[in-house]
């Protein structure tokens, strides 16, 4: 799947007491009925996020996460490639969340 639009907003990174770490982004998609979706990257995606500037236009390949946890069902929202200014980061779709490439 793809989102496109601007990139809104970078989150600090967070990082977890497992040695985790991700880092949230929002993308905003314009048009008519703009939405401002919140997504995030993980591992060593999360060094070249921090290389996109604000308002830069980019193109997110994404998955989308669900998981069930204490009774409460939860979305993630996965960005495993970026293009920006038709440059592609990324060309392979991911596996599993330890071989993310950009």
Same mark, same amino acid.
């Given at each position: 799947?793809?989102?496109? #639009?601007? @990139?809104?907003? *970078? =989150?600090?990174?967070?990082? =977890?007491?497992? %040695? =985790?770490?991700?880092? &949230? =982004?929002?993308? $905003?998609? #314009?048009? +008519?009925?703009?939405?401002?979706?919140?997504?995030?990257?993980?591992?060593? $995606? *999360?060094?070249? @996020?921090?290389?996109?500037?604000?308002?830069?236009?980019?193109?997110?390949?994404?998955?989308?996460?669900?998981?069930?946890?204490? %009774?409460?069902?939860?979305?993630?929202?996965?960005?495993?490639? *970026?293009?920006?200014? %038709?440059?592609?980061?990324?060309?392979?779709?991911?596996? &599993?969340?330890? +071989? @993310?490439?950009?």
């Amino acid at each position: 799947m793809e989102i496109k #639009g601007t @990139l809104e907003a *970078i =989150f600090e990174t967070k990082e =977890f007491k497992s %040695g =985790f770490k991700k880092r &949230e =982004f929002v993308v $905003n998609t #314009g048009g +008519d009925y703009p939405q401002s979706v919140k997504m995030e990257v993980v591992k060593d $995606n *999360i060094d070249k @996020l921090g290389a996109i500037a604000i308002g830069t236009e980019v193109v997110c390949k994404i998955d989308i996460r669900g998981r069930l946890y204490e %009774g409460n069902y939860y979305n993630n929202i996965l960005a495993w490639g *970026i293009n920006v200014g %038709g440059a592609t980061t990324s060309t392979e779709p991911v596996k &599993e969340e330890s +071989d @993310l490439p950009f």
